[in-house]
């Protein structure tokens, strides 16, 4: 029932949002929404941290990661959330309240759908949902509607959706394997885990491959990425936060889900050959990543690596994208060290409680978000001057700095 | 492995699955959008047809509903709106792909060798009629992914992605008769919304950048 409250708080904010005329009436169904996410979220985590796990009905679903997952998402949702009024106020006057009523629906539009993909039980549910967040922001990031803008957003929702696509077909192979052994299991999580050993080990690696590029485009990792930088830095501040905080982590998250399941079915005949093989792909990856965050720094072989990416932008030419580049990579290196940790780890269980050690133990860099925050401000008060009166740029500067608590 | 191969079922899903694939590539030989995307829509209706055997066959009346629904969006509503947007487009010129149609032809060729290298697991273990036409199926998916990288243009793209949702739900249909109906039905609800809003994007890039060509916009460097 808590579920059902939980994730009901965005999505009828969203639609009360898009109701209404006022921009105040908006500012606090918004404000207030984002607030009792994250009550009812922490309510909610801390019972199922003390007790077993919560569903209602046969779809939702949440356990410890869930709980876990809960809280990032309601926590930068709500810093984000209320940081976002400042901003929104800085960013569009009266005459724009249809960008702004835009802005509000989407952002609780955006919050909903991460927090349905990581609370519900059915796989293809979640896929559902994390393609949602994709269709629930693509619009955020061309909300100043310029040239830059429009093609950050037409990048982010192509290579997003072709991405998460094969996802889905990774989805549907491992459905086939669960179907093949036990018939109807209706594509739960929890079903699927405990056949996971009796699987067709063949069947299960090739819709793994499936899932870790398909969720890895939405997790930013390489060569899915080339989204990532550019819609960050297009996108608003707080949308921004938003992504580099919780959305990336969202698509680790599914990853995670089906990793669990991987590994199970693997565990027997194939242990170690077969965990080499798909961890390899991870191992790949985390070289990729590493050559490719070296590229901004780099100084001698900066040129090779240039040219093998084509990266040809340097972060720090232009200031406002340097700004969020660069926290994608600071949260590009998080990303890493969870796939290594990932990687590195033998079962299941395991896994999980590694790499949700190893999230905890890089806080501050998951809440490189909050820098975000800071970005955007300083990228606003450089491009458009003080705007508004002196008083809003003090209410400014308070949240982002409890934002920017998490920096450091 | 089909055990029954004599089974008219098992005939007639080949059949519609030979020709999803041929659909497939006539789509990519057209040069004209509006062609391109009458292709779409027949094997839309293909696949909608073999989805309504599966259901008869299989006896299963909610895969009736699926196909139902599948033909309303996908035979209907998605050309509509991309015939709409070609036409308020009003550019008719040949498509320039990265590559020639030739190459591209003997690309997909091997795609769909490909296909029955990695869809050879599958059809190993699968028992039923339908379990031949899965590698055609997983080329329909290689194809449309190919189709969307090799395109320069936003539109091409678009039906590049809607192949490839073609054939995931073929691939689907074919080797367990269909995931299940919330799943279908939310898979259907975000490929239409991805449509509408790729549309609005369609617009916007033909209105800034007064092209649809998607390596006009080069601002960025991802």
């Known amino acids: 029932m808590m579920l ?25 169904i918004h404000a207030s929404a984002s607030v009792g996410a994250l009550i009812v979220g922490g309510v909610l985590a801390v019972g199922i941290r003390d007790g077993a796990p919560v569903s209602s009905w046969d779809i939702l679903r949440a356990d410890a990661l869930s709980a876990f997952m809960i809280m990032i998402v309601a926590f930068v949702g709500a810093v984000a959330g209320i940081y976002a009024i400042g901003y929104t106020r800085l960013e569009f006057d009266d005459g724009h309240i249809a960008r702004v009523r835009l802005f509000y629906a989407l952002f609780q539009l955006f919050v909903f759908t991460m927090l349905l993909a990581v609370t519900t039980d059915n796989l293809g549910v979640m896929w559902v949902a994390i393609e949602g967040t994709t269709l629930a922001t693509v619009f955020l990031v061309n909300i100043h509607d310029n040239h830059t803008g429009l093609e950050a957003a037409y990048k982010y929702l192509i290579i997003s959706s072709v991405g998460i696509a094969l996802a889905f077909m990774g989805t549907v192979l491992m459905y086939y394997a669960a179907t093949a052994q036990v018939g109807e299991i209706g594509l739960s999580w929890t079903s699927l885990i405990g056949i996971a050993a009796r699987l067709d080990p063949k069947i299960v690696k090739l819709a793994f491959v499936f899932i870790l590029i398909g969720y890895g485009t939405k997790a930013g990792l390489a060569p899915m990425h080339t989204w990532l930088p550019d819609a960050h830095s297009e996108a608003p501040a707080p949308i921004s936060a938003l992504m580099s905080g919780v959305l990336l982590n969202v698509g680790l998250y599914a990853l995670m889900r089906f990793k669990a399941v991987t590994d199970i079915t693997h565990a027997g005949l194939f242990e170690r050959r077969a965990h080499r093989d798909h961890s390899a792909w991870i191992g790949l990856r985390w070289v990729l990543g590493y050559a490719w965050r070296a590229v901004p720094y780099g100084e001698s072989r900066a040129g090779q690596i240039h040219a093998l990416f084509a990266f040809r932008q340097h972060p720090a030419q232009v200031p406002h994208h340097g700004d969020s580049r660069r926290a994608w990579f600071d949260e590009s290196g998080a990303m890493d060290r969870i796939c290594l940790s990932l990687r590195n780890s033998r079962s299941a269980g395991f896994a999980a409680i590694r790499s949700v050690h190893q999230r905890v133990h890089h806080f501050p ?5 909050a820098f975000c925050c800071l970005c955007g401000d300083r990228y606003r008060s450089a491009h458009l001057g003080f705007r508004g009166n002196a008083r809003k740029r003090e209410s400014h500067v308070v949240w982002a700095s409890i934002g920017g608590t998490g920096v450091r | 492995m089909v055990l029954f191969p004599e089974l008219p079922f098992a005939r007639v899903a080949n059949l519609l699955s030979f020709l999803f694939l041929l659909m497939s590539f006539l ?58 947007a070609v036409s308020k487009i009003g550019i008719q010129r040949a498509v320039a792909p990265y590559l020639g149609t030739s190459v591209t032809l003997g690309i997909c060729a091997g795609l769909v060798v490909v ?59 074919l080797a367990t008769y269909g995931v299940p109906l919330i799943v279908e039905m939310g898979v259907f609800l975000d490929v239409l919304v991805a449509v509408l809003i790729l549309e609005v994007f ?19 460097r991802g």
């Open chain 2, 202 to 220: 369609v617009y916007r890039i033909k209105h800034n950048f007064d092209s649809i060509e998607v390596s006009q916009m080069g601002a960025l």
């Open chain 2, 115 to 173: 296909a029955f290298y990695v869809m050879a697991p599958v059809m190993e273990s699968n028992r039923l009629p339908t379990a031949d036409g899965i590698p055609l199926a997983f080329a329909g998916v290689l194809i449309g992914f190919f189709t969307t990288v090799n395109r320069r243009r936003a539109l091409t793209q678009i039906l590049g992605f809607l192949m490839l949702e073609n054939g995931i739900f073929m691939v689907a249909l």
């Open chain 2, 27 to 84: 789509l990519i030989i057209r040069n004209s959008l509006s062609a391109q995307v009458r292709m779409f829509a027949v094997q839309s209706g293909v696949l909608s047809a073999l989805a309504a055997v599966v259901a008869h066959f299989g006896g299963s009346r909610e895969l009736f509903g699926v196909a139902v629904l599948f033909a309303f969006i996908k035979v209907i509503v998605i050309p509509r709106v991309l015939t709409r």
């Open chain 1, 365 to 369: 860099r998951q809440f490189c978000g």
């Open chain 1, 4 to 28: 059902l409250l939980l994730l009901s708080i965005p999505a009828m904010a969203s639609g009360l949002i898009s109701l209404s005329r006022k921009r105040r009436v908006m500012e606090w």
